[in-house]
């Protein structure tokens, strides 16, 4: 699967493209075929579409991410220190915050959020737990960081238990705040005991109103790309950098208190309050297939679990099937019972590891993809495994893998032929893609990979239209090519490590950036076929590209192109077999920008601009022009 040669700038077509399209034979094609990839990068799960709205709410810690006190603060006098309490509030939060006031004082502490809370006039639930004889009123609020204002505020009498930790829980219904500058208060009297608090939480309404649950606007944004599967956990992300840091499932499920959290691989700790039955539950919400990635039996800096050794974490993988497809009959499917999801969730796809072709990965292809492999294949005939090298060094019968794939925008418009000679026995997820640099060196833009040529800052459009003809190709191989998904999702633009991104965001969902490759992906996924449309065409590909497609449930034929490197209009007579009528008709919708560098920036418009034309046959051909860096598709029916 390597690179064609990259064509050279062309001066347009002077003639119309011939094309001639039936709806008879033709491969069928995959129904996953545009996805999304998640991992915990940017801060796009803990501060991002994860709603918890509290930063560092259960001073979780590690010996790579110790426990602190930031971000929060105390309210006057207030001392705060953290302790190992006696009787902790559990075994995975050991850690909770000693809180002292002197007595006619009114103490208490504060959060800032993840930079910033956004107040809307809605309802937000929050809880925290109490340890202590403490016996006075508690007074929650939402304040302005900046001025006087109060938001919201309300009080609740403490229902300590001396030596017991209690949960209190409160709502709050504030007026609409100006701006995300504000803060999260918790006040106590001062002087009328002790008192320790851990696990201080506080929730917006969520997607589907689902307890712990996720962002509306960024899930809204998510459905709006019409996507059909979710890569998860995800990346690096999943294999942790150090010996007892990777993802582990049994350690994400439960009440909040049940987890102790871990660093991820991306300069920050996670809280796991984004687990396992979130990700099944965002895939419910969504309608989307779960691809679950498992642990591969190495860590991100290498290390790899011996072949003797790796049987436990085999068995591991395959208690996690269990729990998420078991009955109640079995170990773990009760367990999943137990925690409130007697219902099982099923599982087509599961993938081995993350990019274990990346480094001397000890084992990945003679014994460590083999184990678990056999072991779910003997349980599970019917799931796809799935290698996570993106070759053929890891495989076995009936398999795939997972090729990933981050280029310049004319590198990924020379591979729209990527797959046409792709080896049919062993279909090919593209688990993450984009288009990361300029074509031609850009100074100063994005993030500095260790002196290497920066990452430009945002997606571009002259990207987006690379990404089509790469996902095109991808397209026109859709009985071998199962699915592509954007890579990274998501972008918190106050602290992130990677661009760029298909969706940025802050702490105020009116202001989410919706990349131009985010509308490029919307308009090809929300367009499908069931089988590739064969067809003629007069000319070679290049500078125009595309594919046609028939559905066979609903009748429609799709056609999709995108032109690339030219300085003139490409025009198109298209026929489609049995419509002969001067009288067929058909829906045309371009996507253009004003230049190929355009990017949607915060703060400013949407630079994608989206035309949508009625055309009539003329003797049975349907006749339109393309112009550079255009995307389009054209829908019409057999019976038009």
């Not at 064509?7 to 094609?29: C, D, E, H, R």
């Not at 709050?172 to 939480?201: D, Q, R």
């Not at 990527?418 to 090919?428: E, G």
């Not at 106050?494 to 969706?503: A, G, H, I, K, R």
Request: proline share 7%.
């Amino acid at each position: 699967m390597l690179p064609t040669k990259i064509f050279p700038l062309l001066a347009g077509i002077a003639s119309a493209i011939n094309i001639k399209v039936s709806n008879q034979g033709g491969n069928a094609t995959s129904p996953l075929m545009y996805g999304i990839m998640f991992e915990d990068i940017n801060h796009s799960g803990d501060g991002g579409i994860y709603a918890e709205l509290i930063q560092n709410r259960a001073f979780q810690g590690s010996t790579e991410f110790p426990s602190t006190l930031n971000p929060w603060s105390p309210v006057g006098n207030t001392q705060l220190t953290l302790q190992n309490t006696s009787v902790p509030l559990s075994s995975a939060l050991p850690i909770s915050v000693n809180a002292v006031a002197a007595s006619g004082t009114q103490g208490g502490l504060q959060n800032p959020g993840w930079w910033g809370f956004s107040v809307k006039s809605q309802t937000y639930k929050g809880s925290f737990w109490a340890l202590g004889d403490y016996s006075g009123i508690f007074t929650l609020s939402l304040k302005s960081a900046v001025t006087s204002d109060v938001w919201d505020s309300v009080q609740i009498h403490s229902k300590s238990k001396p030596g017991q930790w209690v949960q209190h829980a409160f709502t709050l219904h504030p007026k609409a705040a100006p701006n995300t500058n504000n803060t999260f208060v918790l006040e106590f009297e001062g002087g009328k005991g002790s008192l320790n608090l851990n696990l201080i939480s506080l929730f917006p309404p969520t997607y589907n109103n689902r307890p712990n649950g996720l962002r509306p606007d960024l899930m809204a944004g998510l459905k709006g790309l019409n996507p059909s599967f979710l890569r998860m956990p995800g990346g690096n992300n999943l294999e942790g950098d150090s010996y007892g840091y990777r993802w582990r499932w049994d350690r994400t499920i439960g009440p909040l208190t049940q987890r102790p959290g871990r660093p991820g691989t991306w300069g920050y700790p996670n809280t796991d309050g984004l687990g396992l039955i979130e990700y099944l539950q965002w895939c419910d919400d969504l309608a989307i297939e779960p691809i679950l990635a498992i642990w591969s039996g190495v860590y991100l800096g290498g290390d790899a679990i011996p072949q003797a050794d790796l049987g436990p974490y085999v068995e591991e993988a395959m208690n996690e099937l269990e729990f998420i497809m078991g009955s109640t009959n079995t170990k773990y499917g009760a367990l999943r019972a137990s925690l409130g999801y007697p219902n099982p969730w099923m599982i087509n796809y599961v993938e081995v590891g993350n990019e274990d072709n990346l480094a001397d990965y000890t084992g990945y292809g003679s014994y460590r993809f083999r184990m678990f492999h056999d072991a779910i294949r003997a349980a599970y005939p019917n799931i796809s495994i799935i290698s996570s090298t993106g070759d053929y060094s890891a495989v076995a019968a009936n398999s795939s893998t997972d090729y990933h794939n981050y280029e310049r925008p004319n590198i990924f418009a020379s591979q729209f032929h990527l797959f046409d000679h792709a080896d049919r026995t062993h279909p090919i997820l593209l688990g993450e893609y984009a288009a990361v640099q300029f074509n031609a060196p850009q100074a100063d833009q994005g993030v500095d990979w260790s002196g290497a040529e920066k990452f430009m800052p945002f997606p571009n459009w002259v990207g987006a239209v690379g990404e089509t003809i790469y996902t095109l190709g991808a397209e026109r191989n859709g009985d071998i090519v199962i699915g592509c998904s954007y890579a990274p999702g998501f972008q918190n633009l106050n602290s992130y490590q990677w661009t760029p991104d298909l969706v940025s965001f802050n702490a105020d969902p009116d202001q989410d950036v919706f990349s131009t490759s985010y509308y490029a992906i919307q308009l090809l996924s929300s367009h499908r076929y069931t089988h590739i449309a064969p067809m003629t065409a007069d000319t070679a590909f290049g500078p125009a590209f595309f594919v046609a497609g028939y559905d066979e449930g609903t009748q429609d034929y799709t056609f999709k192109a995108t032109v690339y490197n030219t300085t003139a209009p490409v025009p198109f007579d298209i026929s489609f077999a049995g419509l002969n009528s001067s009288h067929s008709t058909a829906t045309l919708t371009v996507l253009n920008a004003p230049d190929g560098l355009s990017s949607n920036t915060p703060g400013g418009s949407n630079v994608v601009r989206r035309e949508t034309y009625r055309l009539t046959a003329n003797g049975g051909v349907f006749s339109f022009s393309l112009n550079q860096y255009d995307i389009a598709v054209l829908t019409t029916k057999y019976s038009s």
